[in-house]
């Protein structure tokens, strides 16, 4: 028998391609955002550890898990197009075990997320329906370069910090943690408008109208870091308003990088476009944890 003939035949999950499903690589930017919330919150986590590892945990491999199974899934055609050797198209998982795994999961996040009382309730909620708007028919967002990664910048970013700050205060967060984590959720558009660079040719024949397809990869990069830069510049001034002058600097500091990474992905931003993601986003994260404690006790 064939290798072709044993993955269409399986069937049950290959567990390699389960965990390559939910994809683990992409759950670092909410667990990292759940923890700016903690540290924005300006409240001590001494006596709280289960609710910041709860947190990093749904915000991580459960949540963002699912959103990615449920992209992948709502996607199998486009994927077939773009990377055939996906667990989906690939046939590791076979029949519509992808879309089980990802219902499951989102039972499972409801779940964690009760856990965590009514803010980090609410917040699983708003997660859950986001990852499945953004995925799925009718409503399926990311055919829009516009909505779609607004709706994940904001997702992935604003509502995590949100709820990490909510969930250690116990209550609603200050103001200049709401505005600091809906600033950098914004730029994170961004970020998933350069990660459509990868499926270009797959979105282009299956009418997903991404940034990269309408404009084409050159205009789409720098619109791409005109997002990503402007929240940026904003912070930046209102860390110096808000009397944190050296916090200023070093998040200016990190901008400045960020341009020079920009420089460089413009002159072959297709090519280019996941090195930035490997180095202008490092950055960019950077400059989100500076702020998270430049905030810190503002009211």
């Not at 773009?82 to 779940?111: C, H, K, T, Y």
């Not at 308003?241 to 920009?262: E, G, N, T």
């Amino acid at each position: 028998m064939s290798v072709t003939q044993v993955i269409q035949s399986r069937r049950f999950p290959e567990p390699a391609a389960a965990l390559r499903l939910i994809k683990p690589i992409t759950w670092f930017p909410p667990m990292w955002a759940y923890l700016c919330g903690i540290v924005s919150s300006g409240v001590s986590p001494s006596g709280q550890w289960s609710l910041v590892f709860l947190g990093v945990l749904l915000a991580g491999p459960v949540v963002c898990g699912m959103s990615q199974a449920a992209n992948d899934w709502c996607d199998r055609h486009v994927d077939a197009i773009n990377e055939p050797d996906r667990p989906i198209p690939s046939g590791r998982i076979p029949g519509r075990w992808g879309l089980w795994i990802a219902l499951a999961m989102s039972v499972l996040s409801l779940v964690v997320g009760w856990q965590l009382g009514p803010w980090g309730f609410g917040a699983t909620v708003i997660g859950v329906l986001a990852a499945w708007a953004y995925s799925a028919e009718p409503v399926r967002l990311k055919r829009s370069g516009w909505w779609g990664p607004g709706l994940v910048g904001l997702s992935y970013e604003s509502l995590p910090w949100f709820t990490g700050a909510a969930v250690l205060s116990a209550g609603a967060p200050a103001l200049p943690v709401v505005i600091v984590a809906l600033l950098y959720g914004i730029g994170a558009h961004g970020i998933m408008t350069l990660n459509d660079f990868k499926a270009l040719e797959g979105d282009r024949q299956t009418g997903v109208n991404s940034l990269p397809v309408t404009l084409g990869p050159a205009r789409a990069a720098r619109v791409a870091c005109l997002v990503m830069a402007v929240p940026q510049i904003i912070v930046t001034a209102l860390l110096v308003l808000w009397d944190r002058p050296l916090h200023a600097i070093a998040v200016a500091a990190v901008l400045a990088l960020q341009f020079w990474a920009m420089t460089i992905m413009f002159r072959d931003p297709k090519a280019k476009a996941p090195w930035y993601n490997g180095t202008g986003v490092l950055l960019y994260i950077t400059g989100m944890m500076v702020t998270a404690f430049a905030i810190r006790g503002l009211t």
